[in-house]
């Protein structure tokens, strides 16, 4: 596995998601002058990377409008110097031509790339929501019960030789024991050459269980696919986000944090912020393993990212 020579850890904050819905917590951003503002001050806490999905201003329905994603991306980079890592996950339930499209409209540095299909059953959540602001989320979450995310071998073919072409370089998102074989295949097949840059997404239902012993089974199955030509990342959902992300710091890898994946800064007790979160991983990483929080140079030299100026935004 590959690690900064600083020995810094590189901090990702996902700010908005298209997991959690408006009625879970007053705190989601889902205006654009609420996404740009919270990746902006998690930025300014010590994240080096902000991950992002867009919403509909007037319901906070995740949607894919590159206008959006646009407008969120300048906003953010007028005032900070940060990584900007839009999705192409979307809505899980979008087509993955949709939401491959945000590449060539932003050029961005980096992307998230989803490296297979899974069960995506959002529909749990509905029994921790007593009442719904908006009459479109429990429709969105109980249609899970049916949903396969799709991102099929044609689709990571086409996903994944688009991002090449724009020079943009993806987080590789396995969900799954599964998907780390899913991307040596497109290893195989060209699409995509190693160094590779790797990120666990644990917790969701669909996926792989969030637990120490499934971190561990998970990195000793990439070391044997991909040995020292990766580096690593891991996402903890719900209340796993910070053990995982604990553990994933003291094995030397990076972590994700944010209210994409969970809306808590502890039990019982919502995050007002992403820069809450942000704060905290970065404080736990320097208690438990004296890391410091990697720099958005840092993260560029590093991942061998393109010039800031090469982007559309």
């Known amino acids: 596995m590959r690690t900064l020579d600083s020995g810094n850890v590189i901090v990702t904050c996902a700010v908005t998601g298209a997991i959690h819905t408006p009625s879970m917590s007053p705190h ?29 201003p007037e319901t906070g329905r995740p949607v894919n409008d590159t206008d959006l994603f646009h407008e969120v991306a300048t906003q953010v980079r007028e005032e900070v110097d940060v990584v900007i890592q839009p999705t192409t996950g979307g809505a899980p339930n979008s087509p993955p031509e949709e939401r491959i499209s945000v ?12 490296m297979g299909s899974i069960n995506f059953g959002l529909y749990p959540m509905l029994a921790g929501v007593e009442e719904f602001e908006y009459d479109w989320e429990p429709e969105y979450l109980e249609s899970t019960t ?17 991002i090449s072409d724009h020079g943009t370089v993806p987080s590789l998102e396995c969900y799954d024991v599964g998907h780390l074989y899913n991307l040596a295949h497109c290893v195989e097949q060209g699409w995509i050459s190693p160094p590779l840059h790797v990120e666990f ?22 070391d044997d696919l ?10 903890g959902a719900g209340q796993n986000q910070f053990p995982l992300t604990t553990q994933a710091i ?30 905290r991983i970065v404080d ?6 004296g890391r410091e929080p990697a720099t958005p140079e840092e993260v560029r030299d590093f991942l061998e990212l393109k010039d800031p100026a090469e982007t559309a935004f």
């Open 250 to 279: 003291s094995m030397g890898a990076q972590a994700r944090v944010g209210l994409e994946d969970n809306l808590y800064l502890e039990r019982g007790r919502l995050a007002e912020s992403n820069a809450e979160q942000v704060e």
């Open 201 to 222: 997404v644990m917790g969701i239902h669909g996926g792989i269980g969030a637990s120490a012993e499934n971190l561990v089974h998970m990195k000793r199955v990439v």
């Open 226 to 235: 991909f040995g020292d030509d990766y580096s690593l990342s891991v996402i």
């Open 284 to 289: 736990l990483a320097w208690q438990i393993a």
């Open 103 to 114: 590449v060539p409209a932003l050029e961005p540095e980096m992307c998230s790339c989803n």
């Open 146 to 162: 049916d949903l396969i995310f799709q991102n099929t071998f044609g689709d990571l073919e086409v996903i994944m030789n688009t």
């Open 28 to 56: 989601l951003p889902t205006t654009p002058e609420e996404i740009a503002s919270e990746c902006i001050a998690a930025a300014e806490a010590g994240a080096a990377v902000v991950h992002i999905h867009v919403r509909d």
